[in-house]
Nanobody, 118 residues
Framework: QVQVVESGGGLVQPGGSLRLSCAAS????????MGWYRQAPGKEREFVAR???????AYADSVKGRFTISRDNAKNTADLQMNSLKPEDTAVYYC????????????WGQGTQVTVSS
């Protein structure tokens, strides 16, 4: 079993910053990827950012230059630093971890709300 827990959401004004944290525990392969997705009301869940255990990162175009993902392999944690936040960043943010051939095994957290509003 793998458990994934997010923290750090909240309300922030446009232009502000928030940091989300994710911790995964349980039976996790050393070679894995961790990342963040988000889902806004009435929209499908979308990719935000991910980082592999080797340190390779990827970002959605909408957050490039504003969001930074980092991780601690020893602790299986991944943080998402979000700067210059916009109202359109408002969503429930979900942490994701995947391992196995072709990311066969995938696990999700419960989500944390991020609201960007004045």
């Amino acid at each position: 079993q793998v458990q994934v827990v997010e923290s750090g959401g909240g309300l922030v004004q446009p232009g502000g910053s928030l940091r989300l944290s994710c911790a995964a525990s349980g039976r996790i392969f050393a070679d894995n990827a961790m990342g963040w997705y988000r889902q806004a009301p009435g929209k499908e869940r979308e990719f935000v950012a991910r980082v592999t255990s080797a340190g390779t990162t990827a970002y959605a175009d909408s957050v490039k230059g504003r969001f930074t993902i980092s991780r601690d392999n020893a602790k299986n944690t991944a943080d998402l630093q979000m700067n210059s936040l916009k109202p359109e960043d408002t969503a429930v943010y979900y942490c994701w971890i995947a391992h196995g051939l072709g990311n066969k095994y995938q696990y999700w957290g419960q989500g944390t709300q991020v609201t960007v509003s004045s």
